[in-house]
């Protein structure tokens, strides 16, 4: 959509959207395809899959970068590869991280981490996990500098909270909080580079910057880096309940920021959106009408997202597990079979066999289910939930 109205795009980071129309597909050692140019992308520098996961590999324009033809990459997820050691089998070879129990990290081992999945070849082409942030961040930079002076679409998916959390050495021991803290702090310092590469073009006054995440926050995710140890009295879920992964709001509700100096003035906003009404929000941005068919879920809420609308939604469908739709005031959870608690992370997932309704303004810990005493705003949800459902 942003290359049909004239900006130059790009996309750097993490990627996890898949390459390839069909599992196993990709041609590693070759032109990678479908990938991010056949949705719009004139540029992307991207991780093939995420940190956690084979092939450890930055994938360029659709290529492999500095893969050896003499020693070419294969990557498979039934099977491990016949002489190359795996984590769980050799532990005196984990070096920087060792997993955490049955958590599926303990395969192929890259750079003294093992890993999901299982791969052989392709060595010079393996990143080293404290250089990910510096990739990212020059990639940003420099595309940033190469397309200042045209209209431009950047989307810069950082790694760092993610799992393996290992930072680079200038910022290790820095938080206090081991890997996982220092890991936020190098995502700060990336932040700030970005920031400092628009201002040094000088159009940072008339950039639009959205700043958000994909999910709520887990502490243990599948390696032994002393993050829960470590964190304290710190709350990384806030007032919330739940995480990554949860149907509460601790794995639905996610930090957004918008800044656009020119247009948007400073201040908090209790809008209700979701990161979906992006699409249709940019296309009003550029006065665009979408293709029929096009983000049928998307609604146009620029208004709300440059803060002039202090509404937004009447109401948002959530999934993590169970479904859900909010109106920003109460909150109704369909039953589900699903398990109400993953020990692994120790998250509490909101799944129950039960309805559920919370009054997120009275309590927003969505500890008291009030389907009981409110059988008329769980009717009037309920029925939302199904409408959609039903499209």
Not at 46 to 52: H, K, S
Not at 264 to 279: F, H, M, R, W
Not at 354 to 374: C, F, P, R, S, T
Request: glycine share 10%; hydrophobic share 35%; proline share 7%.
């Amino acid at each position: 959509m942003f290359r049909e109205c004239g900006y130059t795009t790009g996309a750097i980071g993490k990627w996890h959207l898949g390459l390839s129309d069909r599992t196993g597909g990709q041609d590693w050692n070759g032109f990678i395809t479908p990938g991010p140019s056949d949705i719009g992308f004139d540029y992307s520098y991207i991780m093939a899959a995420t940190g956690d996961r084979v092939p450890c590999v930055w994938v360029e324009n659709q290529r492999i970068v500095n893969l050896d033809p003499n020693d070419p990459i294969e990557v498979s997820y039934e099977k491990p590869f016949p002489g190359e050691p795996l984590g769980k089998d050799h532990p005196e070879l984990l070096t920087k991280l060792k997993p955490s129990p049955n958590h599926g990290h303990d395969m192929a081992i890259v750079n003294g981490i093992s890993r999901i999945g299982y791969m052989k070849g392709g060595k010079q082409a393996l990143w080293e996990d404290e250089n990910i942030a510096d990739s990212i961040t020059c990639k940003a930079v420099r595309f940033i500098e190469n397309h200042k002076d045209e209209p431009f679409f950047l989307y810069v998916g950082t790694n760092d909270a993610h799992v393996p959390r290992w930072p680079h050495p200038r910022f290790v021991g820095k938080s206090g909080m081991g890997p996982r803290g220092d890991a936020l702090l190098q995502f700060d310092w990336t932040v700030g580079e970005i920031m400092g590469a628009l201002e040094k073009a000088g159009i940072a006054e008339n950039t639009l910057i959205v700043l958000s995440s994909d999910n709520g926050p887990v502490v243990d995710d599948g390696y032994a880096d002393r993050a829960v140890e470590l964190l304290g009295e710190h709350r990384p879920w806030g007032p919330f309940r739940g995480g990554k992964y949860s149907i509460f709001e601790a794995g639905t509700r996610v930090p957004m920021i918008v800044s656009w100096p020119a247009q948007v003035k400073p201040g908090v906003s209790d809008a209700l959106v979701s990161q979906i009404d992006l699409y249709a929000s940019m296309a009003s941005l550029m006065g665009k009408p979408l293709a029929e068919g096009a983000g049928p879920d998307s609604r146009d809420h620029l208004d709300a997202f440059l803060g002039k609308d202090l509404k937004g939604r009447d109401y948002v469908v959530e999934v993590a597990g169970s479904l859900s739709v909010s109106d920003g005031e109460w909150k109704y959870i369909a039953p589900s079979n699903g398990a109400a608690y993953a020990k692994l992370t120790n998250i509490e997932l909101g799944n129950s066999k039960e309805e559920q309704l919370y009054n997120l303004k009275q309590d927003i810990g969505e500890k008291k289910n009030l389907v009981a005493e409110h059988p008329e705003i769980v009717a009037k949800l309920k029925a939302i939930l199904e409408k959609e459902k039903a499209k």
